[in-house]
């Protein structure tokens, strides 16, 4: 930390901090973006339920 500046008669240290938060939107509608298209695959692509010989009703 650094020394006072002469103009300070009380010779106090004064310790400042601030923290700003920011929010990239880009990457959040990115990350959707990704996560909208696994679950479209997913629907597409994924195991057919009327298919699946393991169920209750087998």
């Known amino acids: 930390m650094q020394d ?6 009380s010779g106090s240290k004064t310790v ?3 923290y ?3 929010i ?3 990457y959040v ?3 959707v973006g990704m996560l909208a298209i ?4 997913y629907r597409i692509f994924g195991p057919d339920p009327e ?3 393991s169920g ?3």
């Open 16 to 18: 400042t901090h601030s």
């Open 38 to 41: 696994a679950f479209v695959a």
């Open 51 to 53: 298919d699946d010989e």
């Open 29 to 31: 509608a990115a990350g």
């Open 4 to 9: 006072p500046k002469p103009a300070n008669i």
């Open 24 to 26: 990239d939107w880009g």
């Open 56 to 58: 209750p009703l087998a």
């Open 20 to 22: 700003t938060h920011r």
